[in-house]
């Protein structure tokens, strides 16, 4: 993709590295991640492109998060929202308000991070494409209070809506998570079923961290 983005216009090039970098926030390859986003904020910013340079400023942001940089990595996603309403887009509010949720779940303040992934559920309902990601974020965040059951129940949700959408990626993303849960609270059959059962639908892929 970026190959092919780099004898396109400035924008495409721009456009090509926030589109990287969120991949690469998929594949925790954070410092990576960093790189490519700060260089779509640049030529956004350079190019006077508001949507990379919003978008990639939330994907910083995040990275920056999982780099031990929250208040920082808060801060940005804080400023590409800002940007995108700014815009005037609503495209994709949900997947970043699940972003800010989780960097301020790495920060350690998790009543607001519930608050904000409430938020994100509620904002724009119709748009699915980020939602099982987003319950499962507040999966993680209700674990984080000990409250196993709503943690659990939020990872079930996440694994249903995405097989409904045939979502895997997101399906795979919320089954491991389940799975970690259920290992820990001693439910192992079911935890091998699980993972059976979604390792054996992928063809391809197997060497990428999950």
């Not at 978008?55 to 800002?82: M, P, S």
């Not at 904000?116 to 494409?129: F, I, N, S």
Request: aromatic share 6%; hydrophobic share 40%.
């Amino acid at each position: 993709m970026i190959a092919v983005a780099n004898r396109g216009t400035p924008f495409d090039v721009a456009n090509s590295r926030y589109c990287a970098a969120q991949l690469e926030v998929y594949f925790r390859e954070y410092v990576r991640a960093e790189a490519l986003a700060m260089h779509a904020v640049e030529l956004g910013e350079k190019h006077q492109f508001p949507n990379p340079a919003a978008r990639g400023r939330g994907t910083l942001g995040l990275a920056r998060a999982h780099l031990d940089r929250t208040a920082e990595g808060v801060a940005l996603i804080q400023q590409c929202l800002a940007g995108l309403c700014e815009i005037g887009t609503r495209m994709g509010i949900t997947t970043r308000m699940s972003d800010l949720a989780e960097a301020q779940g790495l920060q350690g303040c998790v009543g607001d991070a519930l608050e904000t992934v409430e938020l994100a559920l509620q904002v724009l309902p119709d748009e699915l494409c980020h939602r099982p990601e987003t319950l499962r974020v507040r999966g993680e965040l209700r674990l984080k209070l000990g409250e196993m059951e709503l943690g659990e129940a939020s990872y079930r949700e996440a694994i249903e809506l995405a097989q409904t959408m045939g979502a895997k990626a997101w399906e795979l993303r919320a089954t491991m998570s389940l799975a970690r849960l259920l290992r820990d609270t001693g439910r192992r059959d079911e935890t091998r079923a699980r993972l059976a059962a979604i390792y054996n639908s992928f063809t391809e892929g197997f060497d990428t961290p999950t």
